[in-house]
C-alpha cells in the first residue's frame, strides 16, 4: 500500500496534493482497494466552490458507491477528464494519474487539519 509523503489525508480517505494556491484532490490507495474495482466516477461540481466536508461528486466500484468528500474548501477548477474513460486510474495509480478534481484552494489554514503519511497510517491501523 502507498502513502506517499508529499500529501495530507483526510478522515474520509481522500488526499490532497498542494502546488501553490491550487491542490489535486483524490482517493487513497487504501480507500480504493477498500472500494475494489473503480467502474465510474461522477463529479458534477465543477466551477462550483464547495466547503470543507462538502460532497463534490460520487465513485462507483462493482459493490458499491460513495459520496467523494471535500478534504479542504475550495472552487473545482477541473475534473480528471482521463477518468472519464478509464475510471480504473484510481485503482492503478490514486496518487498520480487517478486524481479526481483541481481545485483553487479557498482556505490553507485547513490543511494543517489534515492527516500526514504516519497519522494516516495510523487511522487505518496500518
Same mark, same amino acid.
Given at each position: 500500500?502507498?502513502?506517499?509523503?508529499?500529501?495530507?489525508?483526510?478522515?474520509?480517505? =481522500? /488526499?490532497?496534493?498542494? #502546488?501553490? !494556491? $491550487?491542490?489535486?484532490? &483524490?482517493?487513497?490507495?487504501?480507500?480504493? &482497494? $477498500?472500494?475494489?474495482? @473503480?467502474?465510474?466516477? !461522477?463529479?458534477?461540481? #465543477?466551477? +462550483?466552490? *464547495?466547503?470543507? %466536508? #462538502?460532497?463534490?461528486?460520487? @465513485? $462507483?466500484?462493482?459493490?458499491?458507491?460513495?459520496?467523494?468528500?471535500?478534504? @479542504?474548501? %475550495? +472552487? @473545482?477548477? +477541473?475534473?480528471?477528464?482521463? *477518468? =472519464?474513460?478509464?475510471? #480504473? *486510474?484510481?485503482?492503478?495509480?490514486?496518487? &498520480?494519474?487517478? /486524481?479526481?478534481?483541481?481545485?483553487?484552494?479557498?482556505?490553507?489554514? =485547513?490543511?494543517? %487539519?489534515?492527516?500526514?503519511?504516519?497519522?494516516?497510517?495510523?487511522?487505518?491501523?496500518?
Amino acid at each position: 500500500m502507498n502513502f506517499p509523503e508529499n500529501v495530507k489525508y483526510s478522515s474520509d480517505h =481522500e /488526499w490532497v496534493r498542494v #502546488e501553490g !494556491d $491550487e491542490a489535486y484532490v &483524490g482517493i487513497t490507495d487504501f480507500a480504493q &482497494g $477498500e472500494l475494489g474495482e @473503480i467502474v465510474y466516477v !461522477d463529479v458534477t461540481s #465543477e466551477g +462550483e466552490t *464547495l466547503s470543507q %466536508g #462538502e460532497v463534490f461528486g460520487s @465513485i $462507483e466500484a462493482v459493490k458499491t458507491v460513495s459520496d467523494l468528500m471535500m478534504p @479542504i474548501a %475550495g +472552487e @473545482i477548477l +477541473e475534473v480528471n477528464a482521463a *477518468l =472519464e474513460d478509464a475510471p #480504473e *486510474l484510481v485503482n492503478s495509480d490514486a496518487f &498520480g494519474d487517478g /486524481w479526481i478534481i483541481k481545485i483553487a484552494i479557498q482556505n490553507a489554514d =485547513e490543511l494543517s %487539519g489534515l492527516m500526514s503519511a504516519a497519522e494516516y497510517k495510523e487511522f487505518i491501523g496500518k
